[in-house]
């Protein structure tokens, strides 16, 4: 990576950082409120006042800093291309559902894209007291409340045999006609959990399990979560192989189980 680019992802990372301090600080409050406000999208998924109110004041802070950049996000949709390439890429609340029934797993998911690809992410979750980070070429890092950032690594897992793998809703794939790649990956493999959503990527990262599989999953779901994992010294593509965050699906892993892991998706 070149000096200026270098410098550039700095102060990007640097931002995003403070964006995330901004999320918590509006959806913390809103966790388990008595007077939360849930409503219903077009496709049935819920969305709260606290997924509305983060996104808008973190377009607010992109629009006075980042003016040129493009943002794209789950609850307020594209502002289009950017002539720079580059775009801002949100989930207000990973993990909507969750925080609606007062379950801690939900984090704010903030990427940045350079023609299409993420250049850096931040995953902050903080009712569980944890934050994830990286940028290109810096590594990817981690940290609870009050601790030091720690550098992560995945895990050294060679054998599906031995291997770890979580997804976050079974009946996904029963929706997306993908079950018995499921079943056939869950049996090759030494334990199947359902972390879900933007913590079992970031398990990942930490080398804690060795596998996801997701068979729905949008943009906003994966770009920040893809940049961690790959700063990590792992791998994620999208359920056919090809290295990408919008088709619609996602299969990470720490890079030495990705070829075996899509074999066995694909059942003959």
Known sequence: ??????????????????????????????????DL????????????????????????????????????????GDTGTSANGRGWVLDPIDG?????????????LIA?????????????????GQRWWAAAGSGAWAAGTGEEPRRISVSGVADLADAYVSTTNLNTFRENDALPGWLALADACWETRAF???????????G??????????????????????????????DLSGADTVTGGHALTSNGLLHDAALAALRPA
């Open 37 to 76: 406000k849930v409503d219903r999208k077009p496709d049935r998924t819920p969305v709260t006042d606290a997924d509305t109110a983060a996104e808008d004041a973190l377009r607010a802070v992109l629009g006075d800093e980042r003016p040129a950049d493009a943002v794209l996000g789950e609850e307020r």
């Open 196 to 206: 879900g959503d933007f913590w079992q990527h970031c398990l990942v990262a930490e």
């Open 1 to 34: 990576m070149d000096d200026a680019r270098d410098t550039s992802l700095t102060h990007d990372l640097e931002l995003a950082l403070r964006l995330a301090d901004l999320a918590d600080a509006i959806t913390l409050p809103r966790f388990r409120a008595a």
């Open 112 to 128: 940045l894209t350079v023609d299409g690809r993420p250049s850096l992410g931040v995953v902050s979750a903080p009712a569980l």
């Open 208 to 237: 804690v399990i060795d596998l996801v599989a997701e068979p729905a999953a949008s943009t906003w779901d994966l770009a920040a979560p893809a940049a961690i994992v790959a700063e990590a010294g792992g791998r994620m593509t």
């Open 96 to 108: 909507t559902k969750n925080f609606s029934r007062g379950m801690p797993v939900w984090a704010t």
